[in-house]
């Protein structure tokens, strides 16, 4: 993926991230029009944000079962090869 992009995709998951004590702050909360504005903001991210943290848990699980294959063990290298098709 660009650099770019996933700059672009962290800036929104820190975004998300802050909605989230935004939204828990006792001043945000007395404050209807505040508290409407992020909640909808934070609504309007949460998908995309749920989707792109799935994407790179499945990038770091796909970088260790790469390691896997590499290895000189047999065992190893059929686990790993389950596990990528799996």
């Known amino acids: 993926m660009k650099a770019s992009i996933v700059s672009k995709l962290d ?3 820190d975004r998300h991230e ?3 004590m935004l ?3 006792p001043g945000v909360i007395a404050d209807q029009d505040k508290y409407r504005l ?3 903001e934070y609504s ?3 998908q995309l944000v749920s989707q792109y943290k ?3 848990s499945k990038e770091d699980e796909l970088a260790e079962i790469s390691v896997l ?3 000189t063990d047999p065992e190893i290298k059929l686990l790993a090869s389950s596990e ?3």
């Open 54 to 56: 799935e994407l790179l």
């Open 44 to 46: 309007e991210l949460e």
């Open 38 to 40: 992020f909640s909808t």
């Open 23 to 25: 939204l828990s702050d």
């Open 11 to 13: 800036v929104l998951v």
């Open 18 to 20: 802050e909605l989230g």
């Open 69 to 71: 294959l590499e290895d």
């Open 84 to 86: 990528k098709r799996g």
